[in-house]
C-alpha cells in the first residue's frame, strides 16, 4: 500500500524546558488507515504532530506526502498539502454559528462582502456528504461537545484535507459519543480518508486502528498491525515495563459517616444552576466515585464540599458536625484535605519553595509559628519527612518546586493533604495529565489514606480510573446525581448511560 | 427655572454633536481594538498628539488640511509602534499605554515651548479653521436643517466611518477575520488568518481616529492648542465604547451621551449660579455613571440567572418525592 504520510528523522529540542521532546523520530502512515499513535504524556506525539501541522519547526528531519517532499512553516502548508488537524481542545469561537466556524478564512463572497445564504448551504451539503449531519445556523456556545467535535472535522473535510489528525479526541467525550466518533473514523477511512489517532487509552486502539504506533521519551518505540498486538504488550512498549493495570486493594470496612451532603444545590460563576438537591454521604474507610462528563456540576459540588464556593441550598456535615457555613481553615482543622484539579494554580504556588508549599495549610501550628513568625527549621525537617515518607524522588527541601515534573508536582500536594490524617479527603482528577508511574503512586497513596481509616470522596472523569477505586459509584449529570451503581458489576455501558442523562429505572437511552 | 429650561435649545444640540465628534471618532478607534482583542488605553495621548501636530503642522505647511493629514499618520505610526513593541516584544499593552499617555502630555508642552515659547496655550492668526459645511436643501427644512446641517467635515465624516465600520465588522469576510480574532485567537490563526497582522491594523486605525479626533479639538474646532487639549477625551472614548458594547452603533449613540453631557455642563454654566467647577465635573459624573450601569447590567443578569434557578429548583422540589 502507498504511504500517505512519511516522516523521517524528525528531531526538536527545546531549550527553555531542556527537554528534546522528539529524537530522530520516524514515522509512517498508510493511506486510508486509521494509524494510532500512543505514548504517555511527554512521550511527544504532540510535538510530532504539531510538527506535522507547521506549529513547531523541528531542528532536524523531512516530511513527504504521497511520496512527496514538502515544507511545512505554517498551519497553511499543512491545510494545502492535505492535512487537517482537529485540536483536543476545539478552536472555536462561541458567539459563531457553525457554518461560519466551518468556512471561517474561506467564506464565500461577493467582493468581500457575506453571502450567509450560500454560506449555510455549502455546509448543509458538506454535512450531507460525509453522513455527519449538524444545523448551520445554530451557535457554538449552545452546542454539546460531542456536536463541536463534529464541527471541527467538518471543518478540516472542507478544506479538502486527505489526512485528519485527531488529537485525544475521546477525552471530552461521553461513552455514546465516544461510540459515534468510532463509527465516524471508521466511515471517514472507508471513504479513502487517513485519519491518525492521538490517545493514550489503549482500549479505544484496538477498537478503531488497524496500525498504532507506539512513542516513549521523544522516540518511535515501534509500529505494529494492532490484529498483531494485545492491550498489555502495547502497555509495556508505553511504559517501558510491566504495569499494573488493576489496583489491588482490600474488601473495604466501612465506619461511622464522615461526611454528608444533604440537599446541596449550588450555582455557578455565571449565576447558573450547577449542583441541584445532591445528597448523598461518605464513610470512614470508603473511596466514593464520582462519575460524569465534565462540566455537569463536579467542579462546583467539590467547591461547595471544601469551602471555596457558597451553598445555594442544603446542609454540609464533617464528622457529624455542621460544616455548611465554615471557613475552609474551620474545613481542614474538621478534618478535611483537599486535592484540587488544578496543581498547579490552586494546589501549589509555584513562586514559593518546597516547605513554604507543605506547610502551608497548617502555618498556624505551634510547630511552625512563633509569635506570628515562621519557624525556618521545624518546616525544613517537616519538609524532610515528607519528601521520605512520599518518596518525592526529585523534591530538594528548601527549593523550588516549580521545575518539577507534573507528577512530582502531584506527590507534594498529595504529600501536604495526606501527611495530616486527614479523616476526610476530596479528590478531584488527581491523576490528569500524569504518567503511568505517576498515576500508579496516587492511586496507592488514596487506597492507603482509605485503608487506614478516611473516607475519600473522588473526582474523575477517566471511567477506568472511578471503577478501579471506587466502593461506591455515584453518576453525576445536570447537577444532580443520576444514579449510583456497584463498580463490582457495573458495566461501562450502564454507567454511560447515566452519564448520559438516560433514567436508573430505564434501560433504553432516551436520546 | 426658566433660565434651567432655556439651556434646551437647538445650540444645545449642535455643540453636543460638536463635543461628540473628538469622542466618537476615538470611541470607534477603541471598539475596533476590543473587536480585534487588543486593548488600547492610550487613546488619550494619540488624541493629544492629533491635537497637537494638526495645528503645528497646519502652521508650518500654511494649509490646514495638510496638518490634519500629517495628525492623521502620526496617530498611525504611533498605533503601529505599539502593535511593533506589543508583538515582538510582549510588551505590556497597558504599561505602555500609561507611558504613553504621560510622555506625549510633557513632550506636546516641551516641544510648544521650544517652538513657540508658550506653556499654557499657542495659536496664530495664520491659521485657518476647518470651514462648516451648509448641505443645500436640508439647511432649509427648518428645524431638521438646523440640527443637521452647518457641522464641518469631521462630524459627517465620523458618522461616515461608523456605519463603515459597522459594515465592515459585520458584513465583509475581513470583518469576520477581526471578530474571530479578537473572540478566540487561536481558532483564527489555525485557519490561517493572520491575527498578527489583524491587530496591528487596528491598533493602526485605531490611532488614526483618535489624532483624527485630536486634530478635530485643535482645528476643527477651536483653532489654538492647550497644554493637556484632550483632557480625558481619551479615556471618555474608552468608556463610549464599552458602553456601546464595541459596536460601531452603540458606540455611536454612546459617544452622542457623552457630548451632550458636555454640552451640557457647558451651557448651565451660563445660566445658573452653580459653582462652575461643580458643574465641570457634570460629563465625568456621567462616565462613572455610564462604567456602574455597564457593571450592573452583569449583576442583574447573574442575579436573574440565580432567581431563575432557584425557581427551577423549587420546581424540581416539588416534582420529585412525587403525591406521597
Known sequence: MALALEMKGISKYFASTDVRANDQVDFAVEAGEVHALVGENGAGKTTLMSILYGLVRPDAGEIKVDGQPVQIHRPDDA??????????????????????????????????????????????????????????????????????????ILKVLERKAKILVLDEPTAVLTP???AELMRVVRNLSQAGFTVIFITHKLLEVVRVADRVTVMRGGRNVGSKAVAETTVPELARMMVGREVLLKVNKAPRQPGPVVFAADDVSVTDVRGFPAVTRVSFEVRAGEIVGIAGVSGNGQTELV??????????????????????????RQRRNAGLAHIPEDRIHVGLNLETNLDENLIVSRYKLGQFNRAGFLNRRSMRDFAIDVIKRFSIAAAVPGGGISRLSGGNMQKVVIGRELAGEPTFIVANQPTRGLDVGSIEFVHRSLVDARDRGAGILLVSVELEEILALSDRVLVMYRGQIQGEVDPATATEEQIGLLMAGAQPETTAPTA | MEGFFSVFTIELFNSGIRLATPILLAALG????????????????????????????AYYFGNTYLGIL??????????????????????????????????????????????????????????????????????DIPVIGGLLSGYNFFVYLSWAIAITLYVVLYHTTFGRHIRAVGENKEAAETVGINARRIQTLALVLSGMLAALGGAFLSVGHLKLFTRNMSNGRGWTAIAAALFGLNHPIGTFFASLFFGFADAFSVRIQNVTDLPPNLVEILPNFATVLVLVLIALRETVTRSMARSRSRAQIRAAADEKPGPA
Open chain 1, 176 to 178: 455514546q459519543e465516544v
Open chain 1, 303 to 328: 467547591e461547595a464540599v471544601t469551602g471555596m464556593r457558597a451553598l445555594d441550598g442544603g446542609r454540609l456535615a464533617l464528622n457529624a458536625k455542621d460544616a455548611t457555613s465554615l471557613s475552609v
Open chain 2, 30 to 57: 477603541g471598539a475596533l481594538c476590543n473587536k480585534a482583542g487588543v486593548l488600547n488605553l492610550a487613546l488619550e495621548s494619540k488624541m493629544l498628539l492629533g491635537a497637537f501636530l494638526g495645528i503645528v503642522a
Open chain 2, 70 to 139: 500629517v495628525a492623521v499618520i502620526a496617530g498611525g505610526l504611533l498605533g503601529w509602534l505599539f502593535a511593533f513593541l506589543y508583538h515582538r516584544y510582549q510588551v505590556d499593552l497597558v504599561i505602555l499605554a500609561i507611558a504613553l499617555n504621560l510622555i506625549i502630555l510633557e513632550l506636546t508642552v516641551y516641544i510648544m515651548r521650544v517652538l513657540f515659547g508658550q506653556t499654557g496655550s499657542w495659536s496664530d492668526p495664520s491659521i485657518v479653521r476647518v470651514p462648516d459645511i451648509h448641505i443645500p436643501i436640508i439647511q
Open chain 1, 79 to 152: 491545510i494545502r498539502h492535505g492535512i487537517g488537524m482537529v485540536h483536543q481542545h476545539f478552536k472555536l469561537v462561541p458567539s459563531f454559528t457553525v457554518a461560519q466556524s466551518i468556512m471561517l478564512g474561506m467564506e464565500p463572497n461577493r467582493g468581500g462582502f457575506l453571502t450567509p445564504n450560500e454560506e449555510n448551504r455549502i455546509v448543509s451539503e458538506l454535512a450531507e456528504r460525509h453522513g455527519l449531519p449538524v444545523d448551520p445556523k445554530a451557535r457554538i456556545r449552545d452546542l454539546p461537545v460531542g456536536m463541536q467535535q463534529r464541527v471541527e
